[in-house]
């Protein structure tokens, strides 16, 4: 059975910084590609960041560029989302999520597995 596990979600002041983890389990974690995604209260789900299976390629959504960054530790099936300069439009739920052999597509359709969610809270 896969299971994603998100931890690292909180309140947090405007301008400070947050890590997100990932935990995967119940598959081989260095075939997949893996993402961040979020969602807002009253908005649709979106494109956070992802990082291919082999960690060559990573891609932001533009609005975190330069803010964000994502990483991975292949040996501890872990995914990382290094938040700083949070604003309090980042201010959602975070949701990672693996997509077998990925090519890190910002479309949700693309990933098979998904976690439950950490809440983000950035207040201004």
């Known amino acids: 059975q896969v299971q994603l596990v998100e931890s690292g979600g909180g309140l947090v002041q405007a301008g400070g910084s947050l890590r997100l983890s990932c935990v995967a389990s119940?598959?081989?974690?260095?075939?997949?590609?893996m993402g961040w995604f979020r969602q807002a209260p009253g908005k649709d789900r979106e494109f956070v960041a992802s990082?291919?299976?082999?960690?060559?390629?990573?891609d932001y959504v533009d609005s975190v560029k330069g803010r964000f960054t994502i990483s991975r530790d292949n040996a501890k099936n872990t995914v990382t989302l290094q938040m700083n300069s949070l604003k309090p439009e980042d201010t959602a739920v975070y949701y990672c999520?693996?997509?077998?052999w990925g090519t890190g597509a910002p479309t949700e359709r693309e990933y098979d597995y998904w976690g439950q969610g950490t809440q983000v809270t950035v207040s201004s």
């Open positions: 119940g598959l081989t974690f260095s075939r997949y590609t």
């Open positions: 999520a693996a997509d077998r």
């Open positions: 990082i291919t299976w082999g960690g060559g390629r990573t």
